[in-house]
């Protein structure tokens, strides 16, 4: 029926109507697109800013980025400086601590050498006192036997006031009183001789341990040394304040 009316309708009116159908469609469509181009302008706008800012942004990353890697080749050139100087001190402690140690058994068994000695010198000495004594009192006894040494010398070994003249003592007696004083003075020689030489070996001893307490002090000034200086460098390779070191205690000397 309606198909039927619009058959009746005059053409001309059916196209008027249509046609104003029409425009208003295009008007509707003209007003979405200027919506759309108004809108597609102002998101160009918005992105444009975007990415400008997004390119800022990505230039202070670059540059951040760049400073960063200079930063970290220069770190890691700071370190692996650090690491040939600690790897250069450990061999120069190493080398010193080599030297030290060889030089503490040399001077522990020269110590021990001397100590031997004195000890031998102690026991000769002592035995060439005995000795000394024993041939001593031999003497007292012979000259007390002598009836011309018993009148020159006294039971101390004393030398008398001489009464006799030299024209009656015989020749014998001159001989054996020469022989007697030779003896004498070669046993106090030969003694004193041996008590310098003890002597020398104390002093000697004396010195070596006192070069052996020095070198034990300077071993562990150097081990603090090197201890201070390592946890210096690594602190500062890392950028951290320094730790206090403990310092170690000092090894006593030894009594001379």
């Known amino acids: 029926m309606r198909e039927s009316q619009l058959q009746q309708e005059d053409p001309m009116d059916r196209y008027k109507r249509e046609n104003r159908r029409l425009q208003e469609a295009s008007m509707r469509l003209e007003q979405e697109n200027d919506d759309l181009a108004h809108e597609l302008v102002t998101s160009k706008i918005a992105l444009r800013n975007d990415l400008d800012q997004a390119e800022d942004k990505a230039d202070v990353l670059n540059k951040e980025l760049l400073l960063t890697k200079q930063r970290l080749v220069e770190t890691e050139e700071e370190k692996r400086k650090q690491e040939e100087e600690t790897a250069q ?9 080599e030297k030290a140690e060889y030089e503490i058994k040399k001077t522990t068994a ?26 001593l009192e031999v003497v007292k006894g012979k000259m007390m036997a002598c009836k011309h040494c018993s009148d020159i010398f006294s039971k ?16 014998e007696s001159d001989d054996e009183k ?12 030969e003694l004193a001789q041996t008590k310098l030489q003890l002597v020398e070996a104390k002093c000697k001893i004396q010195e070596l341990e006192h070069q052996r307490g020095a070198l034990m002090n300077e071993i562990q000034a150097a081990k ?33």
């Open 178 to 189: 020469d022989s007697l004083k030779k003896q004498l003075r070669e046993m106090e020689l």
């Open 89 to 97: 001190l450990k061999e120069v402690f190493r080398k010193q601590l």
């Open 110 to 135: 020269i110590i021990a050498e001397y100590k031997q000695i004195c000890s031998q010198l102690s026991t000769r000495l002592e035995k060439q006192q005995a000795a000394s004594k024993e041939e």
């Open 156 to 171: 101390e070994g004393a030398l008398k006031v001489a009464t006799i003249s030299r024209e009656d003592q015989g020749i």
């Open 224 to 256: 603090n040394s090197w201890f201070s200086k390592t946890l210096n460098s690594i602190k500062t390779a890392t950028g951290t304040q320094p730790l206090q070191v403990p310092q170690a205690a000092q090894p006593p000397k030894e009594s001379t």
